[in-house]
């Protein structure tokens, strides 16, 4: 078993739809990052969360510490958002456990 | 302020050989984390270099190594290679510890052993 689940594992959305990827772990961490990654290979780091809430334009990340469980959502999708997310769970050690990623795709 | 880079960005090597990876972090950076990549496996991390010291390692054999230097830029070396290690190489940098802040992404090194 995984320690870092996510789902959907693909993903199709209209321009413009609201769409929400899940990750949820099995680890004690000490953060959760949320990283998108585009077809070439570049990842770009997009949150990085220890509890709560973070908001960038239309993305925005959640995280819920006592439930294990961590959300991204893009509202108004576009079809530039289109990439891979991935969820990274990290410990107190610096260890990083990572999900399978969600493909996005967004049609216009 | 310069990003995260990686060289060579694509290298091809025979099964046997060895090769070296150079990752140079964001100016002022202190840690440095490598991760593979392949199709299969996804994302998996290799280990972390913070002020010339490894402080973490990854599931990975000893073939694996890597080290860092006094101006935070790191290298990595596999060593008798195989053809199950063709990926792509990762490094991210931070100031400190990656539990504490973003992380920074280099493009990557793609590495195919033939």
């Known amino acids: ?3 870092v689940e996510q789902s959907p594992q693909n993903l199709t959305a209209q321009e413009g739809e ?8 099995s680890v004690g961490i000490s953060a959760l990052h949320w990283l998108q990654q585009h077809p070439g290979g570049g990842i770009v780091s997009l949150f990085m969360l220890s ?26 999708s576009h079809p530039r958002d289109s990439a891979v997310y991935i969820c990274a769970a990290v410990n107190t050690g610096n260890q990083f456990y990572f999900g399978t ?3 996005l795709t967004v049609i216009p | ?66 080290r860092q230097f ?3 830029r790191s290298e990595m070396n ?5 053809l199950g290690d063709s990926a792509l190489y990762l490094c991210a940098s931070t100031p400190d510890a990656p539990r504490n802040t973003e992380a920074f992404f280099g493009q990557g090194t793609r590495l195919t052993v033939v």
């Open chain 2, 70 to 72: 006094s101006n935070s």
């Open chain 1, 101 to 103: 990623g969600t493909s």
């Open chain 1, 18 to 25: 609201f769409i929400t990827i899940n990750c949820s772990y």
């Open chain 2, 78 to 82: 596999v060593s008798t290679l195989e």
């Open chain 1, 1 to 3: 078993k995984n320690e």
């Open chain 2, 1 to 66: 302020k310069a990003g995260v880079t990686q060289t060579p960005r694509y290298l091809i090597k025979t099964r046997g050989q060895q090769v070296t990876l150079s990752c140079s972090p964001i100016s002022g950076h202190r840690s440095v984390s490598w991760y593979q990549q392949t199709p299969g496996q996804g994302l998996q991390f290799l280990f972390e270099y913070f002020s010339e010291t490894q402080r973490n390692k990854g599931n990975f054999p000893g073939r694996f190594s890597g």
């Open chain 1, 51 to 76: 509890s709560g809430k973070k908001k960038h334009g239309r993305l925005i990340a959640t995280i819920n510490i006592q439930e294990k469980h961590s959300s991204l959502h893009i509202t108004a």
